[in-house]
């Protein structure tokens, strides 16, 4: 079974249903127990990161998933999920992340051209910087990928798997064992999306 982490901030619809046509058991839990029982695990997210840590530390969630992790189970994180893998965020003010992942979320205002928008919405190409990572498998390097993101990961060059480009080099994608995390959104990439999440429900827990 697959777990998709419900802490009352992910778009938990269109992931589910991506893994449903894959063939994947799937239940939305925000129950630790299941978290525990599940094979794999997915933290997505939307809105603001210092709501999010707050809802994952305040129910315990946190925990849960910290100790998930370092079992072994494979984890996804998507979009704030997966900023919310790192050390902490400068989103308005420094807040705590999970830790799982060596890095920062800083905004991208200030970094890129002044004359793009941020957000960032819309299809942009990965580009891919040669560490391996089976959830990858399947992409190659150029493949677009959908991103809705005003902040984004830095200072975590030694699990970074892929990057874009939005004036500057942005993270998309970094690993760190068996914990994933994806800038992008799959379940909104099409055939490519799919492929990730496919690979990813197929990844070993490691011991």
Known sequence: MIAIIDYGMGNLFSLSSSLKSLGQDVKVTGDPEDLRKAD??????????????????????AQVIKEEAAAGKPLM??????????????????????????????????????SLKIPQIGWNALHFTGKECPVFQDTKEGDYVYFVHSYYASKCEDHTIATTEYSKELTAAVANGNVIGCQFHPEKSGEIGLKILKNFCQMEAQS
Do not use: N
């Open 77 to 114: 994180g998507i979009c704030l999920g997966m900023q919310l893998l790192f050390d902490r965020s400068f989103e308005y003010g420094e807040w705590e992340g999970l830790g799982l992942v060596p890095g920062d979320v800083v905004p991208m205002e200030g970094y890129v051209d002044s």
């Open 40 to 61: 794999r695990l997915f933290l997505p997210g939307v809105g603001a990161f210092e709501d999010a840590s707050k809802r994952l530390y305040g129910t315990g969630l």
